[in-house]
């Protein structure tokens, strides 16, 4: 298997895109940290599911816009595993559909630091003893919010925007080290946040009624996007750093996601 040997740590790995993520890389055998702030069920259901097909898995609590908690976590993890090869930078959080002038400060600290400080903390953290491997990859899970910076989403629009150049500044940063630091940015995905998002833009009360509108006739599911992880990953990729994949069909017309 393609990451035999490989310790990857999954941000919000305990449901939704996270999750589809954190299943995938165990198949393609590594082993897998489940990081979760909150549902700790959900995050031990997905390494018990690893587990049970054979594979390492451990569940490991952490806000990850809290740089303490962070640092335990990593710790904890390189203790019960070894050095980390592959950071998902999967954790993320939602808006509140305000316009600016409508946005609380607290919603703006809490969105922005999701998504930009935690993925700047762990690869802080992370980068260390990941340069001493063989092979060291970095993905962000992006949205194709940051290509359309639709209204009504500023917080949101404003952490993915930065998550990106944070990668493009890793990438070009740990090149030289052999870590591979690229972005993934769905759009419309079948999980919580999604079903959640389409009710509010749309007013839609089941996300697979869209199916018909969408491209290839489905909305994106979970593994579409750990798919392209895989790959980003695996040993098919030795020669891309620095790039946006789109997981979105070709193209998604929902506004503001």
Known sequence: ?????????????????????????????????????RDAESAQEVVDQIVAAGGKAKAYAASVDDYDQDAEMVAAIEADFGAISILINNAGI???????????PAEMRRVIATHAFGPHYLAGLVIPKMRGEARGDIIMISSVATRS????????NMGKT???????????????????????????????????????VQGVEDIRSLDESM??????????????????????????????????????????V
């Open 1 to 37: 298997m393609s990451l035999s040997g490989r310790v990857a740590l999954v941000t919000g790995g305990g449901r939704g895109v996270g999750r589809g993520i954190a299943l995938a890389l165990a198949a393609d055998g590594a082993t897998v940290a489940v990081n979760y702030r």
């Open 149 to 156: 910076l639709g209204s009504h989403g500023a917080p949101y």
């Open 94 to 104: 939602a808006s509140r559909g305000q316009a600016v002038v409508d946005t609380e």
């Open 162 to 200: 930065a998550m990106e150049a944070l990668a493009y500044t890793l990438a070009k940063e740990e090149r030289a080290h052999g870590i591979r630091v690229n972005i993934v940015a769905p759009g419309l995905v079948d999980t919580d946040m999604g079903k959640r998002l389409i009710h509010a």
């Open 215 to 256: 491209p290839f006739g489905r909305v994106c599911q979970p593994e579409d996007v750990a798919n392209v992880v895989r790959f980003l990953v695996g040993e098919q990729n030795s020669y891309l750093t620095g790039e946006r994949l789109y997981c979105d069909g070709g193209g998604q017309s929902l506004g503001r």
